[in-house]
């Protein structure tokens, strides 16, 4: 875990979900662990994003050559406008599209309601190599589903478990999870909806059952801090990432992932030719 450039302490170290923290006391304006601006965070972004597209190459390149099963998945959670399409965008966007295996989870079709919750979200992990995204996931059955109670609560309250084992599963199989927590504030979020009517552009974005979940905060608050106190674990921990300054956020998960990516200390695969017959074998070609 190292410290880049305009980070006082790694983005990991100060962005980790601890015993004491409290969804409703977050600054969700701050940029913890940064210093520096919006400028020095937009050229980081563009540098950063460098890095992290060759380490996904990296990977990808590495399942070539190996049995062993290694990907990253990357969770992202939050309340819409949170801005989670901006990391995908922004973020993923760097990465070459090959190596992504991208998900989103909406309300589940009647199909996916016959399955267990995790049936369509273990159709999308990411394969071998892969840097998978997940906008959305199974943590919307212990959220949105806990706020509306749309299964009893005894069913629900099963689920933390049962996800924690699901998760020790997935990284005992070789993926790293990388979980990212969004928050904006209420007054942000407003603004940020105000913005989508305000724009023909946005309107496609619009969904008046955002408005009405925003009544329903304090119960999404709570539901987030149970989901963070009790999911958060050794081998999957929660990052929680402020959400209102989109340039912090867009960031903070490049570091996420390339210090995740950095851990598993993948090299290039070695030659499985004889490089220097190669050379003289094209030069004469
Ligand atoms: P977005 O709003 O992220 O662009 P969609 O409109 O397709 O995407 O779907 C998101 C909606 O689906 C959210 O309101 C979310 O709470 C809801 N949703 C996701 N998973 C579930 C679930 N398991 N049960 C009920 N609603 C869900």
New binding site residues.
């Given amino acids: 875990m190292g410290t880049s450039e305009g980070w006082l302490i790694p983005t990991a170290k100060a962005l980790r979900v601890t015993s004491t923290t409290r969804v409703g006391e977050l600054d969700t304006n701050g940029t913890p662990g940064f210093e520096g601006g919006k400028s020095l965070g937009a050229r980081l972004l563009e540098e950063r994003g460098a890095v992290l597209s060759e380490l996904q190459e990296k990977l990808f390149a590495c399942a070539r050559t190996t049995d062993e099963h290694r990907s990253v998945l990357l969770v992202l959670q939050g309340m819409?406008t949170a801005g989670?399409?901006g990391v995908v965008r922004h973020v993923i966007g760097h990465v070459d599209p090959q190596g992504v295996d991208h998900a989103?989870?909406?309300?589940?079709t009647p199909e996916e309601k016959r399955h267990h919750?995790l049936w369509r979200v273990r159709r999308e992990l990411p394969r071998k190599g892969q840097l998978g995204v997940f906008?959305?996931s199974h943590y919307?059955?212990v959220?949105?589903?806990r706020v509306h109670d749309?299964v009893p609560r005894t069913e629900w309250e099963a689920r933390y478990d049962e996800i924690n084992a699901f998760e020790r599963d997935l990284v005992d199989s070789g993926t790293t999870l990388v979980k990212v927590a969004m928050f904006v504030s209420l007054d942000e979020q407003k603004a940020r909806l105000a913005e989508r009517l305000d724009r023909p552009d946005k309107y496609w974005?619009y969904?008046p059952?955002d408005v009405t979940?925003r009544g329903f905060w304090p119960r999404y608050q709570e539901a987030y801090q149970a989901m963070l106190d009790r999911t958060s674990t050794e081998h999957a921990p929660w990052f929680v990432v402020p959400s209102d300054r989109k340039w912090y956020t867009r960031l903070a998960v490049t570091e996420l992932l390339i210090d995740a990516l950095e851990r598993l200390e993948l090299s290039w695969p070695p030659a499985d030719f004889d490089v220097e017959a190669e050379k003289l074998r094209l030069a004469r070609s």
């Fill in positions: 819409d989670k399409g989103s989870f909406g309300v589940p919750y906008d959305r919307e059955d959220l949105v589903v749309l974005k969904n059952g979940e």
